[in-house]
């Protein structure tokens, strides 16, 4: 069941922020768990008069709803950012600091003076501004789901960019998560540049055999 976000469902943190007068973002991540491609966050700061109906949780939404919703939220929100944190940031840093340097890149590149941030989970990334942790925030806050969506979809396009550059591991339909057919291909076929060679499903697939697309 998806939640239409009105001004008498919104969290106690948020009614705090607006009795302030206090511009705040949501802010969330996509693409913690695949084996490639970059992880992609975005912040957003939703346009109070505006309802956007159907917003929740991306993982709840249909990929057709996601895909209407991105661009909705693209043309009405005050403002958003979407930045991303690389394969080699994810491999160097690890995937929860990456989760973080993603999200906190997209708070930085926000243009208007955003003066709090919600984030999605129990953990916060490092920030200018203050800001304020909630579990389960993108099925709670409006701005965090409309962030949830704009990194989802916008990650899911790349992997689809991906999938023409690697063709075989079937990338355009799993978007880089460890399904059986991704596997197979991973260790069939070896592992591409994007994928992440601290997960341990490419570290077994590694081996002896060469990197996919290093000698074309």
Known sequence: MTTDFKTDSITEIESQLIEQGVLYCGVDEAGAGPLCGDVVAAAVILDPSVNIPELTDS????????????????????????????????????????????????VAGLSLPCEHALIDGNRLPKLDIDATPIIGGDALVAAISAASILAKVHRDREMLLMDEKYPGYGIAKHKGYGTAVHLEALNRLGPTPIHRRSYAPVKAALGNMPVAGEHE
Do not use: G, H, P, Q
């Open 59 to 106: 993982k709840k939404l249909s990929e057709k709803k996601r895909n209407v919703l991105f661009d909705i939220i693209r043309e009405t929100a005050l403002d958003y950012c979407i930045a991303s944190a690389s394969v080699e940031e994810i491999d160097r840093l690890n995937i929860l600091n990456a989760r973080m340097l993603a999200m906190s890149r997209a």
